[in-house]
């Protein structure tokens, strides 16, 4: 099973541990729209009070108001982006991006490219069990939350990643994946980027590869418009 989310070697990271949490400065710019947090860790996310909402979606937000969150926030079934990237649904996004952004649609295509790649085209969480399909494969594992950490980027905004670790199932499934979907605290992913892999740490290092999912009965056209509402 080949998991894209260690790209990390050119990612410089100075980490702090400071009253039981573990905070990092990623020396990259963070340029998609995400990241989590929990159990005394740092990173960003969306959720609290509806005025806080649009701060915690880009990024600003306390340490007091993360909150751990349960795998139940993130069940259902899910596909990749990534193809829809590569068959040309996305590109109204891009052009929508260039319009007030500063690169061109073809240059924001190319930097998502990197971001959405991936060989694992549907997720299904259900209980305890997650299942990664990865070229017609199955692999099972059965996961246990580990925390969050909060992020702290160059930019100066923040995310939070939800960290699970399998104790159970396929050898194939990533012993480790971290979710990142703009919330803070408990509530119903619309959305989602996901770390996989086996290295915990390394993977809190990684900001260039973020594989994005959506709710597997979106078509393309929906998936694009969700985006483009955000």
């Given at each position: 099973?080949?998991?894209l989310?260690?790209?990390?070697?050119?990612?410089?990271?100075?980490?702090?541990l400071?009253m039981?949490?573990?905070?990092?400065?990623?020396?990259?710019?963070?340029?998609h729209?995400h990241?989590?947090?929990?159990y005394?860790?740092?990173?960003?996310?969306?959720?609290?009070?509806?005025?806080d909402?649009d701060?915690?979606?880009?990024?600003?937000f306390?340490d007091?108001?993360?909150?751990d969150?349960?795998?139940?926030?993130?069940?259902?079934?899910?596909q990749?982006?990534y193809?829809y990237?590569?068959d040309?649904?996305l590109?109204?996004?891009?052009?929508?991006?260039?319009?007030g952004?500063d690169?061109?649609?073809?240059e924001?295509k190319t930097?998502?490219?990197q971001?959405?790649?991936?060989?694992?085209?549907?997720?299904?969480?259900?209980?305890d069990d997650?299942t990664?399909f990865?070229?017609?494969?199955?692999?099972?594992g059965?996961?246990?939350y580990?925390?969050?950490?909060?992020?702290?980027y160059?930019?100066?905004n923040r995310?939070?990643?939800y960290i699970?670790?399998?104790?159970g199932?396929?050898?194939?499934a990533p012993?480790?994946?971290q979710?990142s979907?703009?919330?803070?605290s408990p509530t119903?992913?619309?959305?989602?980027?996901?770390?996989?892999g086996?290295?915990?740490?390394?993977l809190l290092?990684?900001?260039v590869?973020?594989?994005t999912?959506?709710p597997?009965?979106l078509?393309?056209?929906e998936v694009a418009?969700e985006?483009?509402?955000?």
């Amino acid at each position: 099973m080949k998991l894209l989310s260690a790209q990390c070697a050119n990612v410089a990271v100075i980490g702090l541990l400071t009253m039981g949490s573990y905070q990092t400065v990623l020396a990259a710019d963070h340029e998609h729209d995400h990241e989590h947090g929990g159990y005394g860790h740092s990173h960003d996310h969306e959720h609290g009070h509806d005025h806080d909402d649009d701060d915690i979606y880009a990024g600003h937000f306390e340490d007091d108001q993360v909150e751990d969150r349960e795998l139940s926030d993130w069940e259902g079934d899910w596909q990749s982006v990534y193809p829809y990237l590569q068959d040309g649904t996305l590109d109204k996004v891009f052009a929508h991006k260039a319009e007030g952004g500063d690169k061109t649609a073809a240059e924001y295509k190319t930097y998502y490219e990197q971001g959405y790649r991936t060989d694992v085209n549907r997720i299904v969480i259900a209980g305890d069990d997650v299942t990664f399909f990865d070229d017609g494969e199955a692999h099972t594992g059965e996961y246990a939350y580990d925390g969050y950490e909060i992020l702290t980027y160059k930019a100066g905004n923040r995310g939070v990643r939800y960290i699970f670790e399998r104790e159970g199932g396929d050898d194939d499934a990533p012993h480790y994946f971290q979710f990142s979907d703009h919330a803070i605290s408990p509530t119903d992913a619309d959305h989602y980027h996901i770390y996989m892999g086996d290295d915990r740490d390394a993977l809190l290092d990684e900001v260039v590869n973020w594989p994005t999912y959506y709710p597997l009965e979106l078509s393309g056209e929906e998936v694009a418009e969700e985006m483009m509402a955000h």
